[in-house]
């Protein structure tokens, strides 16, 4: 199913999808903020050592909203909605067990890294 459908994935599937890239130990990080990184009185969440690459730039991903809800979606946009052939999610970036994927519409996608590229 291409990353354009009208399907949608509940609250419950991304929290899955995202939850299946993390390492073991990692979780999704849920935060009230009361000032800071979201809208006062705003959520945010992340995905430890989740970041998206654009070559050799890797940029952390924060999802935001007034709910846990509107955070997610904010952050599967992010990690879902990725243009260009060298972007990519990455996960344990500077770890041995490194790997990057993509979003095929349906599940996580491997990437294969240029060697000289990895970020």
Known sequence: MPASSSYRLSFEQKVAAIHSLLN???SIAWRFNTHGAAPQGGWYCSAE????SDGVILSGVLGNGS???EALDDLWDQLTNIS???RRVVIGAYSDVRRAVRWNGY?????????????
């Not at 050592?49 to 998206?52: A, D, K, L, T, Y």
């Not at 599940?107 to 970020?119: L, S, T």
Request: hydrophobic content about 30%; cysteine-free; charged content about 30%.
């Open 49 to 52: 050592r989740v970041e998206i």
């Open 24 to 26: 073991l130990g990692n």
């Open 107 to 119: 599940m996580w996608e491997p990437f294969k890294e240029p060697v000289n590229e990895r970020a």
């Open 84 to 86: 260009g052939s060298e």
């Open 67 to 69: 709910t846990p809800q």
